[in-house]
C-alpha cells in the first residue's frame, strides 16, 4: 500500500522531463508536504517555480504552507478544472474550446477578448 508522488518539469520544447518521485503512506497534506520540501532541498530551489495540479486538498494545504523566500506559485491544472467544468455542467465541447483558448493566452488582452466573447456567446438564462 501507498500512494506515488511525482514532479515533472518542462523544457524549451515543451518535452515533459521527471524531476523526482517518492513512495509515501498516502496522498495527504503531511507527504505533500514532506515532497515539496525535499524538492526544495534537493532538486532545486529556484525562486520562479510554478506548481500546476489537481486542487486536491492535500497539494492545496501543502502549497499553503510554502514559504514565502521560496518565491513558488501554485496554480490550477486546465486539463483537470476543464474536466472538473464538464462534469458539472455536461461535455459542451464549444465552450470547453473557448476556455482552453482563454486558459493558454499568453497576453492579458487576448485572455480578456476571449472571456469576453465567452461572457456574450454563454449568457445566462
Not at 501507498?2 to 518521485?21: E, H, K, M, Q, S
Not at 495540479?53 to 490550477?76: K, Y
Request: hydrophobic share 40%; proline share 2%.
Amino acid at each position: 500500500r501507498g500512494c506515488l508522488l511525482i514532479a515533472t518539469g518542462v523544457d524549451g520544447n515543451r518535452r515533459i522531463f521527471p524531476l523526482a518521485f517518492a513512495l509515501v503512506e498516502g496522498e495527504n497534506s503531511l507527504s505533500w508536504a514532506w515532497f515539496f520540501d525535499q524538492l526544495h532541498e534537493h532538486v532545486t530551489q529556484r525562486e520562479d517555480i510554478t506548481i500546476i495540479s489537481d486542487r486536491h486538498a492535500g497539494i492545496r494545504n501543502a502549497v499553503g504552507g510554502f514559504p514565502d523566500e521560496w518565491g513558488w506559485r501554485w496554480r490550477w491544472c486546465i486539463r483537470h478544472w476543464l474536466a472538473n467544468f464538464q462534469h458539472k455542467f455536461g461535455k459542451k465541447k464549444d465552450i470547453k474550446n473557448q476556455l482552453w483558448n482563454a486558459a493558454v493566452a499568453h497576453q492579458p488582452k487576448k485572455y480578456e477578448q476571449k472571456m469576453k466573447t465567452i461572457r456574450q456567446t454563454h449568457r445566462a438564462g
